[in-house]
């Protein structure tokens, strides 16, 4: 919920190197932009690891400076670490200009205090007593500020471990000890998790994020499931214009995680990324990063070229902020936006979607999964399918509370098709076939049901420096009608408790 009370559903990129590759100028276009084409939120590194600055090693002398040469902490401890408890003020400022800037653009900025990808050394050297401070700094400097939500981690693969845990729960409880105002939640490690796996955490987040590069639908039901109620919010999976383990970050590829993911339970929203737009340079980034014989390799044997726009190594991230993805993001914020998203329950047992529907697979590659996800309120008002493939999908349409009215929506190009015989009775079964390819020439195709009432009413989220309030998502069988959904507040906070080892869901490929 934002401050007014209306339902807010964030839609977010991931410029994760913003502070260290872009001066004020460039940040005040990129931010414009982003604001202007409907984004609401950013997901920002505070201090950034070397492969999005290349300023040398944890532990080296600059690291982590900004682009105007500011280095985020004035002096340093035996080793060369920083000192996290001696802010330098001129980075500090930088950061001050971003949260601001944002603000006038209708952004929040999702703050990682320290990604734990590339400055785990620091905070072990650190130790809790300074990490602690160094949040107290950072929850002083801006509780006030009204676009602030924290996410703390990124690609946090050694949460396990007790002392590297402590010291991450130290930061937050810094924060919180004086920022009681703002969202909180954590990325664990990739390939896949959620952030209530780590239970040193349930009592201090009040968002679970989601992060996995395995088809969406099944780790957003984890996190959707879990008894400690909260919202789901999904954080990270397969960027734009990126490869990881073998598959490509195709508009199809992008679309299927953002429908899987809302109508598997991720109701808070979703978090998109872009190779350019969070590293901030050219394709020569992402061969040199990638590794020449790697790049060839992945680029080869690719069942979609898609990234030919690297392969022609174009001039950078300002070519690459209107791109197809994005595009395809916004027509997604629009259906569902303009509906009662917040609403929908997650068709787990098949009540909705009786057949047809594929087969859920919790791993692999997104491309290879033809399952089908649906979700519906439970007044019988509203239903939404996401087929990735074609698909016959049958569905009970005794789940209505009156005649139902259907329509094909492309997700690629924001047009509706009708279907023959709409409306229907709300009695039995009817048998809906995917209507051929999208405009882009792909099958994947979203089915809206709606009988009276269920047209929803636009919900605009907002324009202008909200503060959300924590609501929780219902962790319901879809034959069930949901609860009051309370607003979550902190809780005590616990110290940090030995993890056991856990093994993996699902085994990478």
């Known amino acids: 919920m934002d401050r007014s009370n209306v339902p807010f559903l964030i839609i977010g990129d991931a410029p994760h190197s913003i502070l260290a590759n872009l001066n004020n100028e460039d940040a005040t276009r990129y931010l414009t932009n982003r604001g202007s084409n409907g984004f609401n939120a950013l997901w920002i590194e505070l201090l950034c690891d070397s492969y999005t600055r290349g300023a040398g090693t944890e532990g080296s002398p600059n690291y982590g400076r900004d682009v105007n ?28 200009y971003i949260v601001q800037t944002a603000a006038a653009n209708g952004l929040q900025c999702v703050f990682t205090p320290l990604d ?3 400055w785990t050394q620091t905070s072990l050297r650190n130790g809790t007593n300074r990490c602690y401070q160094y949040g107290q700094f950072l929850g002083d400097r801006y509780k006030n500020s009204p676009n602030i939500i924290w996410n703390l981690g990124n690609d946090f693969q050694n949460w396990r471990k007790q002392q590297n845990d402590a010291v991450i729960l130290a930061i937050a409880d810094g924060i919180e000890s ?16 959620e952030s209530q796996d780590d239970p040193n955490w349930i009592s201090r987040i009040t968002a679970n994020g989601v992060y996995t590069y395995y088809p969406t639908y099944d780790e957003t039901l984890v996190a959707y499931n879990k008894p400690n109620i909260m919202p789901v919010l999904f954080l990270e999976e397969h960027y734009e214009y990126e490869n990881v383990g073998g598959e490509f970050g195709t508009p ?64 950078g991230w300002q070519s690459h902020l ?11 914020k629009s259906f569902f936006s303009s509906r009662k998203w917040y609403n929908l329950i997650p068709d ?28 519906k309120t439970p007044d019988g008002t509203l239903a939404v399918v996401y087929t990735p493939v074609r698909h016959t999908l049958t569905i009970a349409l005794n789940n209505f509370s009156s005649r139902v009215t259907t329509r094909w929506y492309d ?14 009775p709300n009695i039995g079964t009817h048998n809906f076939t995917t209507p051929g390819n999208n405009s882009r020439g792909d099958p994947d195709w979203v089915l809206l049901l709606q009988a009276q009432g269920g047209g929803g009413t636009p919900t605009p989220t907002a324009t202008a420096q909200p503060t959300l309030a924590a609501t929780a998502t219902p962790t319901a069988t879809p034959t069930s009608t949901p609860t009051a959904t309370p607003t979550a507040t902190p809780t005590s906070t616990p110290s940090a408790t030995p993890i056991p080892t856990a093994t993996p869901r699902v085994t990478p490929p």
């Open 69 to 96: 040469g500011n280095n985020p902490f004035t002096s340093t401890l035996p080793g060369g670490y920083y000192d996290l408890t001696m802010p330098n003020p001129a980075y500090w400022s930088h950061v001050d």
């Open 116 to 118: 734990q990808g590339g």
């Open 178 to 193: 004086v920022d009681t105002n703002h969202l909180m939640t954590i990325e664990l490690n990739s390939m896949v998790s």
């Open 252 to 315: 199809n590829v992008l679309r299927r995680q953002e429908y899987w993911s809302l109508t598997s339970g991720a109701l808070a929203g979703h978090m998109y990324g872009n190779h350019y737009t969070w590293t901030f340079t050219s394709g020569w980034h992402y061969l040199r990063t990638t590794g020449v014989k790697q790049y060839f390799k992945n680029f080869f044997s690719s069942r979609n070229w898609y990234n030919l726009s690297t392969w022609t190594f174009t001039s």
């Open 322 to 332: 209107q791109t197809t993805g994005m595009r395809e993001l916004m027509y997604f």
């Open 348 to 375: 787990q047992s098949h009540t909705l979607l009786t057949a047809g529907y594929g087969t859920y697979t919790p791993g692999g590659n997104v491309s290879d999964s033809d399952y089908a996800t649906a979700a």
């Open 411 to 424: 997700p690629t190009a924001n047009t509706f098709m009708a279907i023959p015989g709409s409306p229907f």
